[in-house]
Structures are given as C-alpha cells and as structure tokens.
C-alpha cells in the first residue's frame, strides 16, 4: 500500500523560499515522483519531475528557474524547493508517484499514488 506524505507547506512572502517534503513509503521498487498544484479555481497542474534515478527533471513552464525537484532515495523523500515566490504559488500541492508513469510527466493523469496535498500561501 503506498503512501505519500507532503509536509512544509503554510505561509511564506513574495520573494521568498520555501522547500516541500515527500515522504513515500510501502512499494518495494523505484517510483517516478513528480510534484503538483492546484491554484484556486483551476485544474491540477504539474510542477515538477524526477525519474526514479534522479537523473532527469523536467518542470511546469510557470516555475522553471525558480524551483527545483530533487530526490533522496536513500531516504525515500523528494524535495521541492521554491524560491522567487509570487502570489500565483499559492496553491495547494500534491505529492504523485507511479512506478511507470502512464503519460506526460506533468499530466495528473500519468500517476496513479497521491498525498493528501499541503497548503501552501504566498503573500
């Protein structure tokens, strides 16, 4: 049974940084793990990715140069860190896995594992 856990979220200003944490457990093979959001009123959006390697990332168009996805296998964990923050980071972001991801990797619809998501404001 896999389980995903997101913790950092809260409250941080503009131009801030913040660094979200996944903790994944229950699988017993190398998930593809991938960060989301979902703004107020809108779909769920992709944030960011990481094969199971940790070698190759790939990122949302509205966050690249900003923040950064990376994976501690070791530890099980993926992290995300947020810097430049702006008021349209406000969001609610989910923690996603999939040992094949299924399309895109962006697309909500290539992961079938999510966390219950952390909310997170930008003021």
């Known amino acids: 049974h896999v389980q995903l856990v997101e913790s950092g979220g809260g409250s941080a200003q503009a131009g801030g940084s913040v660094r979200l944490s996944c903790v994944a457990s229950?699988?017993?093979?190398?998930?593809?793990m991938g960060w989301f959001r979902r703004l107020p009123g809108r779909e769920r959006e992709g944030v960011a990715f990481v094969y199971f390697g940790g070698g190759s990332t790939y990122y949302g168009d509205s966050v690249k140069g900003r923040f950064t996805i990376s994976r501690d296998s070791a530890k099980d964990t993926i992290d995300l860190q947020m810097n430049s923050l702006n008021p349209e980071d406000t969001a609610r972001y989910y923690c996603a896995a999939d040992l094949r991801v299924r399309g895109p990797p962006l697309a909500p619809t290539s992961y079938g594992y999510w966390g219950q998501g952390t909310q997170f404001t930008v003021s």
């Open positions: 229950g699988y017993t093979l190398p998930m593809n």
